[in-house]
Nanobody, 126 residues
Framework: QVQLIESGGGLVQAGGSLGLSCAAP????????MGWFRQAPGKEREFVAA????????NYADSVKDRFTISRDNARKAVNLQMNSLKPEDTGVYYC???????????????????WGQGTQVTVSS
């Protein structure tokens, strides 16, 4: 059974930083594009960032560009999201996701991803 396990969420003041991690011990990790999504109360799940299988290519939502950094460690089967200059509108449950793909496109829609973690809460206070 494939499991994606997120960690690192919490409460932070606006302008602060948080780092999220996602471990995928049962996944054939280096064949998967990895992504991060988030969902605020009453809103749809939205794309945050994605990273290619090698880690050489990344894609970010405009709202987080230049503030968030996605990275991966294929040897450890982990993907990370470093979040800086956090804003109250970054509040939500953050989900790690994975999809097998042979193309170069980094998917940005939730329906494109096959595997999901349980989510970790990030709250940014003003």
């Amino acid at each position: 059974q494939v499991q994606l396990i997120e960690s690192g969420g919490g409460l932070v003041q606006a302008g602060g930083s948080l780092g999220l991690s996602c471990a995928a011990p049962g996944l054939t990790f280096d064949t998967k594009v990895m992504g991060w999504f988030r969902q605020a109360p009453g809103k749809e799940r939205e794309f945050v960032a994605a990273i290619s299988r090698s880690g050489r290519s990344t894609n970010y939502a405009d709202s987080v560009k230049d503030r968030f950094t996605i990275s991966r460690d294929n040897a450890r089967k982990a993907v990370n999201l470093q979040m800086n200059s956090l804003k109250p509108e970054d509040t939500g449950v953050y989900y790690c996701a994975a999809v097998y793909t042979i193309g170069t496109t980094l998917p940005a829609m939730p329906n494109d991803y096959a595997y999901w973690g349980q989510g970790t809460q990030v709250t940014v206070s003003s």
